[in-house]
């Protein structure tokens, strides 16, 4: 039976369009999911809107909108941001749909049927922003003295009927889930934030509102919405399908991939939902870093918000996912620029596999009647070429099992520095009147190495790998990671060679 693999992005909240931490989450876990395909994989991977909450309440009351319209026009952004990445997903769930609305209220019947909800009246700090409950020890002061979140957005003092959740009954368990699967968190950063939170003691969960309406309706209780969190994270059951018993055909989960600002949610909160729910807990959270402009963090107020898709249809939807994947240690935080972007997409997509191609390719056009040469006995330089190439799925596999995206990406343009440079030491065009039969032999091993990297690229640079595949006659049938055995067949007509990665231009503002 082809071995499952489930995944998801957390669900974005679409009281303004898309921006980059958007974008960058989107892509990260699409290269995840092309590559558990490729190598084998059946692969369901979930990602959508969550659309309840006041803040989204507040939002549709500014724009003169009923919620429900609202979220209609938001999530459509959300959606088209997807189609235009390349982000291929296999599911946009949206959290008001019908079928949402069923497995939230089957969550609630379940954790209150275990005596774990019961009513009582909050008072507290709260967080429109973050949509979250904040002790006052959590509070930081802000430079007017204002008191403000962890995160830094303002609270305000709460006081209303609600119902509980026992999250303190479950504060022995998360330590113990904490202990003995430390691959539960990761990375190890967030790990260690999360025992510490926990051991520092657990408070019941405020999880219903009263002073609003837009969000689920608590079963049998119409004056009470759940909590906008506990609504979005069962998420990831309803768009499987739950409460149907179809749902295990997907769950549990293989990974959670969030940012680091929503891991106490998904790695406290969440896990506290299920086993009261008597729900088996998902695999592992992965809480990646935020992507900063030019080293400082986006935001409305700081007006250095940066539109994804103005960037892609700048630069080319490849460049900028390349750029992000590869340039952003994947857990960690990295900063991005036009400049920097342009730098990277120019010297390894147009520079070293795009150039390498295209020389490859063209000498083939000219010199081989546009086919697929013959290779000769290999040299010792082509088997050195050979033991380099054979190595690297079992490195990306390492890699991509162990979330490190940029460092697979490496290793493979490691490879591609390794290809230009046997084929610059064994100079084709100069065998070209010395010795025919090695020139051919010479560009067969470059172009069918070349084959291979664009196999290996593919979660990356979809659209260009796709590409090279087509100038080298690769059927769709031989693109996955089964295929990197086999080998080119000499005597493929090829099409006429073109280039793939245009060079960019460096911005005006940095070139002037």
Known sequence: MTERYYLTTAISYPNGRPHMGHAYEAIATDALARFHRLDGKQVFFLTGTDEHGLKISQAARDAGQEPRDYVEGMAAHFQDMAARLDISHDRFVRTTEPGHYACAQDLWRRMEARGDIYLDKYEGWYSVRDEAYYDEKELVTGEDGEKLSPEGTPVVWTVEESYFFRLSAYQDRLIELFETNPDFVQPASRRNEMMSFVKGGLRDLSISRTSFDWGVPVPDAPKHVMYVWLDALSNYLSGIGYPDASYEDWWPCDVHVIGKDVVRFHAVYWPAFLLSAGVELPKAVFGHGFVLWDGKKMSKSAGNVVD?????????????????????????????????????????????????????????????????????????????????????????????????????????????????????????????????????????????????????????????????????????????????????????????????????????????
């Not at 051919?440 to 196999?455: E, N, P, W």
Request: proline share 7%.
């Open 308 to 512: 994804p898709l103005g960037l892609a249809d700048k630069y080319g939807v490849d460049q900028l996912r390349y750029f992000l994947l590869r340039e952003v240690p994947f857990g960690g935080d990295g900063s991005y620029s036009e400049a920097a972007i342009v730098t990277r997409a120019n010297a390894d997509l147009a520079n070293d596999l795009g150039n390498l191609a295209q020389r490859c390719l063209s000498m083939i056009a000219k010199n081989c009647g546009g086919v697929v040469p013959e290779p000769a006995a290999p040299t010792n330089a082509d088997k050195a070429l050979d033991m380099e190439m054979s190595g690297l799925l079992s490195t990306v596999q390492k890699h991509m099992a162990a979330f490190q995206i940029h460092s697979a990406l490496e290793a493979v343009w490691r490879m591609v520095g390794e290809t230009n440079a046997y084929f610059a030491a064994r100079e084709p065009w100069a065998l070209k009147t010395s010795d025919p039969e090695q020139m051919g032999s010479v560009l067969y091993r470059t172009a069918d190495t070349v084959r291979q990297l664009a196999i290996l690229a593919q979660p990356a640079i979809p659209n260009g790998a796709a590409k090279l595949l087509d100038l080298l006659a690769v059927d769709e049938t031989d693109r996955d990671f089964a295929a990197l055995g086999k080998k080119m067949q000499p005597g493929t007509e090829l099409p006429a060679p073109a280039g793939v990665f245009p060079r960019l231009e460096m911005p005006e503002e940095v070139t002037a």
